[in-house]
Nanobody, 124 residues
Framework: QVQLVESGGGLVQAGGSLRLSCAASGRTFSTYAIGWFRQAPGKEREFVAAISRSGGSTYSADSVKGRFTISRDNAKNTVYLQMNSLKPEDTAVYYC?????????????????WGQGTQVTVSS
């Protein structure tokens, strides 16, 4: 199965932007739907966004629609999460995730593979 490594997290002021990257190992990357989840201190992990294996379909949580965009480059085995207009409530550890079913299935049932996470902190 794939292994996932996130990068791009950091500290940003409210209203700023960050782009997270998720690099995957293995030759089967294009057979996985990829998603982003996040977990804030004291809260449960929640779905953020997901993208289908081809990149033709994307899904986003209502809380990030219009601000976050997920995309993938199968030639580079990489998925991106462009985060704009960041808010303090976006502060969390962001996890890249993968599943060989569908993006919708992963959104509801959870993924089979997790990355180690990257911290995003938005200051007010």
């Amino acid at each position: 199965q794939v292994q996932l490594v996130e990068s791009g997290g950091g500290l940003v002021q409210a209203g700023g932007s960050l782009r997270l990257s998720c690099a995957a190992s293995g030759r089967t990357f294009s057979t996985y739907a990829i998603g982003w989840f996040r977990q804030a201190p004291g809260k449960e992990r929640e779905f953020v966004a997901a993208i289908s294996r081809s990149g033709g379909s994307t899904y986003s949580a209502d809380s990030v629609k219009g601000r976050f965009t997920i995309s993938r480059d199968n030639a580079k085995n990489t998925v991106y999460l462009q985060m704009n207009s960041l808010k303090p409530e976006d502060t969390a550890v962001y996890y890249c995730a993968a599943d060989q079913t569908t993006a919708q299935h992963m959104r509801i049932m959870g993924p089979s593979v997790w990355g180690q996470g990257t911290q995003v902190t938005v200051s007010s």
